[in-house]
């Protein structure tokens, strides 16, 4: 079993920075493709962002590339989203997720284990 644990959310005013981190126990976690989730209110949960094992590949959403930027730590057993110049339509839940399944365009789709999540709250 693999545990996934948020932290870093918080209210950030537009325009600004917040870092989250995901501390992930259990299995081997170096051999999980690890990802980003979120879902705003009233709305499903939607893809974010995705990075191998190694973090030699990752994946965006079209709507936080170039300002967001996903980075593990293997050693650390964490994965980290930073997310600059924040918009009111970033406020959201956000999950950390893990997957088995290697890396491929399923990612996108949904992965095997999720966080509990932490709340991104930006203004408008």
């Known amino acids: 079993q693999v545990q996934l644990v948020e932290s870093g959310g918080g209210l950030v005013q537009a325009g600004g920075s917040l870092s989250l981190s995901c501390l992930v126990s259990g299995r081997t976690y170096s051999d999980y493709v690890m990802g980003w989730f979120r879902q705003a209110p009233g709305k499903e949960r939607e893809f974010v962002v995705a990075?191998?094992?190694?973090?030699?590949?990752?994946a965006y959403a079209d709507s936080v590339k170039g300002r967001f930027t996903v980075s593990r730590d293997n050693a650390k057993n964490t994965v980290y989203l930073q997310m600059n110049s924040l918009k009111p339509e970033d406020t959201a839940i956000y999950y950390c997720?893990?997957?088995?399944?290697?890396?491929?365009?399923?990612?996108?789709?949904?992965?095997?284990?999720w966080g509990k999540g932490t709340l991104v709250t930006v203004p408008s």
């Open positions: 990075i191998s094992w190694g973090g030699g590949s990752t």
């Open positions: 997720a893990a997957s088995s399944k290697g890396w491929g365009p399923h990612v996108v789709r949904g992965m095997e284990y």
